[in-house]
């Protein structure tokens, strides 16, 4: 029954390593976002898609590239991770409609580089 | 590009006081002001909303005004409880796309 579900909640891996988060929902949304949260708590957007198209892509290296297979699905993969990735990464989803609506998060992938 | 500033960055209150945080946005389009709010550990969960037809929303303890000549927004709690603690994000966006900018976050003490 989870709305919005991201895999895997933990990940510790090296300086150097290629690492992928995936995120699901099951809320039929249209739009779903990266959000980055670091260790002083500040949330911010990388990248959202709507209906498996890029519309929002911040100032986040190229080495971060997301991927939607469809409108369900948005992956983030990460090449050649720095220590400075370390954080907690959420997924999130909002219905299209008259205006901006609520967004709904994952709960959390809290990535450790080392 | 919309900029938001939250403040208090901590705020300690005993168990029944009211809570007020506060927010300032940079974009006179905005037109969206949503609250979240985080658990220890947890997602952030949106707790109340504005938008800018309207000058106050109100759910049951929580409130929220919205002044948009001023260009700031409140989030008012009242008879705070101690699973009010947390912390607590205002954002703004104006896009169809809703690309929210979130404030710095206050973190919410309630002593019991």
């Known amino acids: 029954d989870t709305a919005v579900s991201q895999t895997p909640k933990y990940l510790v891996t090296q300086m150097g390593n290629d690492k992928s988060i995936k995120c699901e929902q099951n809320?039929?949304?249209?739009?779903m976002y990266w959000y980055k949260q670091d260790s002083k708590k500040f949330l911010k957007i990388m990248f959202s898609y709507n209906n498996k198209e890029l519309i929002i892509n911040e100032t986040v290296p190229n080495r971060f590239s997301p991927k939607s297979p469809d409108k369900a699905h948005l992956n983030l993969h990460i090449n050649s991770l720095e220590l400075g990735d370390s954080a907690v990464y959420f997924c999130?989803?909002?219905?299209?409609?008259?205006?901006?609506?609520?967004?709904?998060f994952g709960p959390g992938t809290r990535l450790t580089v080392t | 590009g919309e900029n938001v500033e939250q403040h208090p960055s901590t705020l300690s209150v005993q168990e029944g006081d009211s809570a007020v945080i506060k927010c300032t946005y940079s974009d006179s389009a905005s037109n969206y002001f949503p609250w979240y709010k985080q658990e220890l550990g947890k997602r952030p969960q949106l707790i109340i909303d504005?938008?800018?037809?309207?000058g106050e929303k109100k759910d049951q303890r929580i409130a929220v005004t919205l002044n948009k000549t001023a260009k700031h927004f409140s989030l008012h709690i009242t008879e705070t409880q101690p699973e009010d603690s947390a912390v607590y994000f205002c954002?703004?966006?104006?896009?169809?796309?809703?690309?929210?900018?979130f404030g710095t976050g206050t973190r919410l003490l309630v002593s019991p």
């Open positions: 954002a703004a966006t104006n896009t169809g796309f809703q690309k929210l900018v």
């Open positions: 504005i938008r800018s037809n309207v």
């Open positions: 999130a989803s909002s219905p299209d409609g008259r205006g901006p609506r609520e967004q709904y």
């Open positions: 809320l039929g949304h249209d739009t």
